[in-house]
């Protein structure tokens, strides 16, 4: 226990010690933090000041906005301080916070995107009774349970993984104080409870994966049985773009909780948690507002952009 409160600061991996190279590391993640700022602001007040998206589908999307904004805004500022500071240092306090918020936000997207993937199935498959399954009170109560599931979670993960012994040192071999690379600095024997916790998590996810494949390969067989080609077009167009969202956010982040954990840095683990961590953020706004006439005619009426204007 003594090696463990001796830990008042973990030192995390920078992408470089070269001055020069540490300000384009700094550029480059400002244009993507802006990017994911901006694009999600868009797409949240493009829905909460436009009537005509006042639907269940766009509510969920709003959500999702709102947890884009904060996973991304949990790790990349850091980084770029860090960078701009020339120091690699977070205190104890800073990453249990980020590991805290960024399992919230991450596990409370993955939620939201199970939500839609089951409000896309209703609204094709059982259209009928989509009024009745999909009103305001179902839909606050679905967007509750998965902000409510990302925060219980990411208690269990974060209690699990600041009660271990830290004995092999302090230094994260990531850009953010990652599960994975907490690990590597716990006793050789202390973490087997929290590996077993995420073996169950990774179970768990993959059969909610499993169940939003099924969902789809439903909704898919309901689209081809839709008589016009337009209805088909409308139908697949709210439905592929979630379908990439989701096998980006889910593969990249099983890779980088199921892959072998490497003794020394490795580039390769850099990428993947900028993948899962930082591209979502940045993509959802892109794919939802450039293959959507509706979010591109809010966007217009909110902005007046030529940007977002239909051909």
């Known amino acids: 226990m003594s090696n463990r409160t001796t830990v008042t600061e973990f030192l995390l991996l920078g992408f470089s010690d070269i ?11 400002l244009v993507i933090y802006l990017a994911a700022l901006v694009g999600n602001l868009l797409i949240f007040m493009a829905i909460a000041f436009d009537h005509h998206l006042h639907t269940p589908m766009y509510f969920f999307l709003m959500n999702l906005s709102v947890v884009d904004l904060g996973s991304i805004s949990v790790t990349v500022p850091k980084s770029m301080a860090n960078s701009l500071l020339n120091t690699k240092s977070i205190s104890y306090a800073g990453c249990v916070a ?46 509750a349970s998965a902000w409510i599931s990302g925060i219980l979670y990411s208690v269990l993960h974060t209690g699990n993984v600041f009660a271990l012994t830290f004995c092999n040192g302090n230094i994260v071999d990531q850009f953010f104080c990652e599960i994975p690379q907490l690990l590597k600095l716990t006793c050789s024997d202390s973490y087997l409870r929290e590996v077993r916790v995420l073996a169950f998590s990774i179970c768990l996810a993959l059969g909610c994966f499993v169940f939003i494949i099924v969902s789809y390969v439903q909704i898919f067989k309901s689209v081809l049985r839709i008589p016009s080609e337009q209805g088909q077009h409308k139908a697949l ?3 592929f773009p979630h379908l990439i969202v989701v096998s980006l956010f889910i593969f990249t ?13 490795s580039t390769l683990d850099l990428v993947v948690a900028v993948l ?12 939802y507002s450039m293959r959507n006439k509706e979010i591109k005619g809010a966007l217009r009426r909110l902005t007046g952009w030529k940007l977002f204007t239909n051909n």
């Open 19 to 29: 001055w020069e190279l540490q300000i384009l590391h700094v550029l480059v993640f």
């Open 237 to 239: 167009s709210t439905c």
């Open 253 to 265: 982040g099983f890779f980088a909780y199921l892959k072998p954990i490497s003794s020394s840095p």
């Open 98 to 143: 980020q590991v805290f918020f960024l399992l919230s936000f991450l596990t409370a997207d993955f939620s939201l995107l199970i939500v839609m993937a089951y409000d896309r199935y209703v609204a094709i498959c059982q259209p009928l009774h989509y009024e009745a399954m999909m009103n305001s009170r179902a839909c606050v109560r679905l967007a």
């Open 276 to 287: 899962y961590s930082m591209v979502p953020p940045v993509m959802n706004p892109i794919i």
